[in-house]
């Protein structure tokens, strides 16, 4: 098979399980019983499980793929026990309880993220392949099992099921077993005399030296934060308009609206070699950084009736929010990280987004949103969003002048540096 497709189905799978159940998490754990006066809270908690497991856990295994094991190997085996405790999760009605089945879930799922991408550059690269014009067209269809993952839930009535977890677990059971058959990704040997921080993979922190990399990776930092922050209340908050536009679209399939933001991740995927290339990844991100601010500010003015198209703009700007942070973030680390601390490197990348960044979006939108919650249960969703709208345009205003990076658009980038 060629090489290009085995990644390209290796992407998919990868997304395919956490799209199942991400979008939907939130709205589901909604519907268990408990005190709903600190729900928010609980829901944020629980997002920010992700957080927790990435504050550690992406980096741990960085460093066993850099020095003790292959890459595919410990992608491999993250997911098979992945998908044993979204199996227990699906066994779960106690909303408290849920939250120990999901922190134990993203203790090995979030590691498969930055090792999906250090599998699919390290086979690009042995092939002589250029990864920053051939990974985004491979990476677009892992957002594509992303959206058929949320449409498979949506369309089967899985939303607010248990099932969602039966669903992801069967699918990372299968990722667990194809990961294992991809060409050998082997770790680096450490040189003689190397220090101790060199054999356990941590130098990848000597990037923090730089003064470009600080920045950028506490800026990665608080746009994870954003990040989370949709993906916690994306849904709970269509779910809230239940009763005041009960038989719209968006309130019977919100799962199916909110796949227009990963529809957009496609398109704008593919954008990122001509973006990088004519613009750097200044103006990249800085463009994600406002993409935020729209998609938060079209969420607070939005509804499922005549608002219904602030709503999908909101979906379709998220493409560029996600993707020119996300994705463009992973390729400026591999670009800029030397090839012996290529995983732990993408492992240090995660640390900063889906584990510092991820926590703290978790726990302070997660109290933002029981702030606006009043006695009665409901919530003032309006304030809410401006008031992340609010978070990320302040990010916007500093970021330009914090990260000083001139981009050279003549520089060729090797496929090996």
Not at 127 to 136: A, G, R
Not at 196 to 218: C, H, N, S, Y
Not at 305 to 311: N, P, Q, R
Request: glycine letters at 10%; one cysteine or more; hydrophobic letters at 55%.
């Amino acid at each position: 098979m060629d090489i290009k497709l085995r990644l390209t189905i290796m992407n998919f799978l990868e997304f395919f399980v956490w799209g199942s159940w991400l979008i939907s998490l939130g709205g589901y754990m909604f519907t268990l019983p408990g005190d709903m006066s600190t729900r928010g809270a609980l829901v944020g908690a629980t997002y920010g499980t992700m957080g927790i497991a990435s504050l550690f856990m992406p980096t741990l295994m960085g460093i066993l793929a850099d020095r003790f094991i292959n890459a595919e190997r410990v992608l491999g085996i993250c997911h098979l026990i992945g998908a044993a405790t979204l199996f227990w999760a699906s066994t779960i009605t106690d909303a408290s309880l849920l939250y120990y089945a999901i922190l134990l879930t993203s203790l090995f799922f979030m590691p498969t993220i930055a090792l999906n991408n250090t599998v699919s550059y390290s086979v690009l690269a042995s092939n002589n392949i250029e990864i920053q014009k051939v990974f985004p067209p491979i990476r677009v269809w892992g957002t594509v099992g992303f959206i058929v993952a949320m449409w498979g839930v949506d369309l089967l009535g899985w939303t607010k099921s248990p099932n969602q977890f039966l669903f992801a677990a069967a699918a990372g059971l299968f990722m667990g077993i194809y990961s294992l058959t991809m060409p050998a990704c082997k770790p680096a040997k450490a040189t003689k005399g190397s220090s101790w921080v060199e054999t356990f993979g941590l130098d990848a922190f000597v990037l923090f030296r730089q003064p470009k990399m600080l920045i950028f990776f506490l800026f990665a930092m608080m746009l994870g934060a954003a990040l989370q922050i949709t993906n916690a209340f994306g849904e709970p908050f269509l779910h809230d308009f239940e009763s005041s536009y009960a038989g719209t679209f968006a309130v019977e399939h919100p799962s199916l609206l909110i796949s227009l933001s990963q529809i957009s991740e496609t398109l704008f995927i593919l954008t990122i070699p001509f973006f990088l290339k004519r613009f750097g990844i200044k103006t990249v991100m800085l463009m994600s950084i406002f993409a935020w601010v729209l998609r938060f500010g079209l969420f607070g003015i939005g509804n499922p009736a005549e608002g219904l198209v602030f709503l999908v703009a909101s979906m379709i700007v998220y493409g560029m929010a996600f993707d020119f942070f996300n994705i463009s973030g992973s390729l400026f680390v591999e670009k800029e990280a030397p090839v012996s601390i290529r995983a732990s490197a993408q492992g240090l990348f995660m640390l900063m987004t889906n584990g510092i960044g991820a926590l703290l979006g978790g726990i302070i939108a997660g109290n933002i949103v029981d702030y606006f919650t009043n006695s009665a249960g409901i919530k003032d969703w309006p304030s809410i969003w401006f008031t992340f709208a609010g978070y990320a345009l302040v990010l916007g205003i500093i970021f330009p002048f914090a990260f000083r990076y001139k981009h050279d658009r003549n520089a060729v980038s090797a496929v090996n540096h």
